[in-house]
């Protein structure tokens, strides 16, 4: 009798599963075939094909896939290989404490289908439920002040290290991460800072003065420890996450995901202070064959030359950790960050990590996230980058490195104290 076995069946999305399928014949090649649909109904698909071993398994633990969306041994690949049925959609939970995302696991003799398309009945299947939330953690709406945001705490007492959790120019309030920084120990701050609730859709200046509120917010909180809070970011959040550890001197550690060391698109003020946005090349804006654009050009000629732009990075006082997708197509991001880095060299600084990844797209997330090459933002065909397979390896290891940094830099010391 074929069986199919996941271990565990219920986890969160950032823990792998041991798949295996047995009772098949000896040499079998057969089809495992993975989908899952959204809370907007949007369809999401993977295949690949193996062949069992003389025993009639397979075992994804150390199988090969012959084909399909990858080949090799990827224990993980049915996840992060997901693809849109419909193009330039991007798999993204919203409701995380209610529900998790359902994958439908399926095995079928071999079929070489476009679109995940099955003929026959499969033969065996389960169903995995993937969550964004370990039981205990509690999520609290924020709207405090002018903060708009969901915070995030950890089962137990505390306290905890406390980040600030920040993404880009898409806007709203995503808290993928922040409920996973909870999952793992973390007290994380889902902030949303543009069109979201009353928030401006389209702000003429991102105010620093917003992400200080929030920092004392964070602080001040019981649960969390006060003598620092961290920022994790990415794309545009990652440029004020940045500023958030130049200027906030309780932000201890940042981590900058694909940023820049500028203001882009608007100024960035604090306190009576501009950071005038740096001009770009719209002649460098470019559509690729796909019909998909790309901006990762647009600084090339005016970056040059800019160091009025830049900000004063030297002045940070804590902890920074630059994580680079090489194959990003929404901006030069290995360029920004070794202008940054080189900045910082220049003052004999040395409070900075890179990690640059080659074949990694823009939107690096979570492990075992789908990669997103391109969807649409402000009814744009966004072109992010990405190559599958390296991509998903860099959000796996990103993932680990994110959690040693933050609780290095932001968990007291006890042994000092005494």
């Known amino acids: 009798m074929v069986q199919l076995t996941a271990t565990p069946v219920s986890a969160l999305v950032d823990e792998s599963v041991h798949i295996r399928a047995t009772g098949l014949t000896p040499f079998q090649v057969v089809s495992f075939k993975a989908s899952l649909e959204d809370e907007k109904r949007n369809m999401f698909y993977s295949q690949a094909h193996y062949r069992a071993n003389e025993f009639g398994e397979v075992d994804l633990e150390h199988a090969s896939s012959l084909g399909g969306d990858y080949v090799g041994v990827h224990p993980m690949g049915l996840f992060w290989s997901l693809k849109p049925e419909k193009p330039l959609k991007r798999l993204l939970k919203r409701d995380m404490m209610n529900s998790p995302f359902q994958v439908q696991l399926k095995l079928y003799d071999?079929?070489?289908?476009?679109?995940?398309?099955?003929?026959?009945?499969?033969?065996?299947?389960?169903?995995?439920?993937?969550?964004?939330?370990?039981?205990?953690?509690?999520?609290?709406?924020?709207?405090?002040?002018?903060?708009?945001?969901?915070?995030?705490?950890?089962?137990?007492?505390?306290?905890?290290?406390?980040?600030?959790?920040?993404?880009?120019d898409f806007g709203g309030l995503v808290e993928i991460r922040a409920s996973l920084l909870a999952s793992r120990g973390f007290a994380s701050l889902a902030l949303a800072y543009h069109d979201y609730e009353d928030l401006p859709s389209n702000p003429e200046v991102t105010d620093l003065e917003y992400f200080e509120e929030a920092a004392n917010f964070l602080l001040r909180h019981p649960k969390v420890f006060g003598s620092g809070i961290g920022v994790v970011s990415v794309c545009k959040g990652a440029?004020?996450?940045?500023?958030?550890?130049?200027?906030?001197?309780?932000?201890?550690?940042?981590?900058?995901?694909?940023?820049?060391?500028?203001?882009?698109?608007v100024p960035q003020v604090y306190r009576g202070q501009i950071y005038p946005p740096l001009p770009y090349s719209p002649q460098l804006i470019s559509t690729n064959a796909l019909g998909l654009v790309e901006f990762h050009q647009i600084f090339k000629e005016t970056q040059v030359g800019a160091s009025q732009y830049f900000f004063p990075i030297e002045e940070a006082q804590g902890h920074l950790l630059f994580i680079v997708g090489e194959d990003d197509k929404n901006l030069n991001s290995r360029a920004h960050a070794e202008q940054a880095i080189g900045q910082l060299k220049r003052h004999g600084k040395n409070n900075w990590t890179l990690l640059s990844y080659p074949g990694a797209g823009h939107l690096i997330e979570p492990p075992y996230s789908p990669l997103c090459c391109a969807s649409i933002m402000h009814d744009v065909k966004m072109y992010w980058g990405g190559e599958v397979i390296p991509h998903a390896a860099a959000q796996e290891h990103s993932w680990k490195e994110i959690q040693k940094f933050l609780r290095k830099h932001l968990i007291p010391d006890v042994t000092s104290q005494l």
């Open 110 to 168: 071999l079929e070489l289908l476009p679109n995940n398309k099955a003929t026959s009945a499969p033969k065996a299947s389960l169903t995995l439920k993937r969550w964004y939330v370990a039981p205990g953690v509690t999520r609290i709406q924020v709207r405090e002040g002018h903060l708009r945001g969901a915070l995030f705490l950890p089962s137990g007492e505390g306290q905890f290290p406390g980040v600030i959790d920040l993404f880009g």
């Open 239 to 265: 440029t004020i996450g940045l500023s958030m550890a130049i200027h906030l001197k309780k932000v201890t550690a940042a981590v900058l995901i694909n940023g820049t060391n500028f203001s882009c698109g």
